[in-house]
């Protein structure tokens, strides 16, 4: 059975920092591909990065660039979302996703994903 377990959300101010993280079981972490999604108050579920099997590729969404950083410790089956300059549009819940090895869509897309974790929330507000 595979789990994803997200945690470190929480309340942070207009330009603090957080660090998700996503731990993965039931599967080889290291032979999938790892993403971060999140879904807004109103808003539709939006791709934020994502991180080839080995880490040596990583991908984001311009509205994060220079911000955000996406990581993996294969040896922890882990993948992380270091998150600085954080700013009140980043509220969200914040999703990590396994990527489907039999799809050979893009990163960005979330139908390209097979399993989903439950989500961890966070808020940026003074």
């Known amino acids: 059975q595979v789990q994803l377990v997200e945690s470190g959300g929480g309340l942070v101010q207009p330009g603090g920092s957080l660090r998700l993280s996503c731990v993965v079981s039931?599967?080889?972490?290291?032979?999938?591909?790892m993403g971060w999604f999140r879904q807004g108050p109103g808003k539709e579920r939006e791709f934020v990065a994502a991180i080839s099997r080995s880490g040596g590729s990583t991908y984001y969404t311009d509205s994060v660039k220079g911000r955000f950083t996406i990581s993996r410790d294969n040896a922890k089956n882990t993948v992380y979302l270091q998150m600085n300059s954080l700013k009140p549009e980043d509220t969200a819940i914040y999703y990590c996703?396994?990527?489907?090895?039999?799809?050979?869509?893009?990163?960005?897309?979330?139908?390209?994903?097979?399993?989903w974790g439950q989500g961890t929330q966070v808020t940026v507000s003074s």
């Open positions: 039931g599967r080889t972490f290291s032979s999938y591909g």
């Open positions: 996703a396994t990527k489907d090895r039999y799809r050979v869509g893009g990163y960005e897309n979330g139908v390209n994903y097979d399993y």
